[in-house]
């Protein structure tokens, strides 16, 4: 059975950093399996894409300069390094894979990934 655990998480001040980790289990993924991060508002409300790494790199607009996304092949992992931290950043952060390598360019679109992992929270005070 496929698992994804997300770690890391916690209460960071603002205009600190957090980095996230996600480690697949059960299956062995390539870069031709997506693997991505989401996050939720506390909220409520649609997971919104934050990043994705499979043969390229790719990052939300909004965010694109404040997060890395960083890929450990071997290891069958995913990070997210997240710096100059603000209170909006705060909400569950979610990792998840394209199993069956689904054929589009768009990271972001949800329903191509097969696996998701519980999330983990990160709470940015301020």
């Known amino acids: 059975q496929v698992q994804l655990v997300e770690t890391g998480g916690g209460v960071v001040q603002a205009g600190g950093s957090v980095k996230l980790s996600c480690a697949a289990s059960?299956?062995?993924?390539?870069?031709?399996?997506?693997m991505a991060w989401f996050r939720r508002p506390l909220g409520g409300g649609e997971r919104e894409f934050v990043a994705?790494?499979?043969?390229?790199?790719n990052y939300a607009d909004s965010l694109r300069g404040r997060v890395t996304i960083s890929r450990d092949i071997g290891k069958n992992t995913v990070y997210l390094q997240m710096d100059s931290l603000r209170p909006e950043d705060t909400a569950v952060y979610y990792c998840?894979?394209?199993?069956?390598?689904?054929?589009?360019?768009?990271?972001?679109?949800?329903?191509?990934?097969?696996?998701w992992g519980q999330g983990t929270q990160v709470t940015v005070s301020s």
């Open positions: 059960g299956r062995t993924f390539s870069t031709n399996n997506v």
């Open positions: 994705g790494s499979g043969s390229f790199t």
């Open positions: 998840a894979v394209d199993g069956d390598g689904y054929s589009i360019g768009d990271y972001s679109f949800r329903k191509r990934y097969d696996y």
